[in-house]
């Protein structure tokens, strides 16, 4: 797996993947998200894969499991 990163201007770059998505970051959070959000959105994103494929369990078990909202957080020190 590897990713591309193309310097657009000031501290905003454009990234694009091997599988031809593309997404701007910007080290300002003025244009788009700064790294750290698209750290925290990978690592909150791979930590809640899990749980759509415990969805058929968990109704196999009498839970209902339609929606479930996660949130990652870092504060800077």
């Known amino acids: 797996m590897s990713i591309n990163i193309k310097w657009d201007s000031d ?16 080290a300002t959070s003025e244009k788009a998200p700064c790294p750290t ?9 791979c930590s809640a894969t899990p749980r759509p494929f415990a969805g058929d369990a968990t109704r196999n ?17």
């Open 37 to 45: 959000e698209i750290l925290l959105s990978a690592l909150g994103s």
């Open 61 to 77: 078990c009498g839970f209902n499991m339609n929606t479930k909202t996660d949130t990652v957080q870092y504060t800077f020190s």
């Open 11 to 26: 501290c905003r770059f454009n990234v694009s993947t091997e599988s031809g998505f593309t997404f701007n970051v910007d």
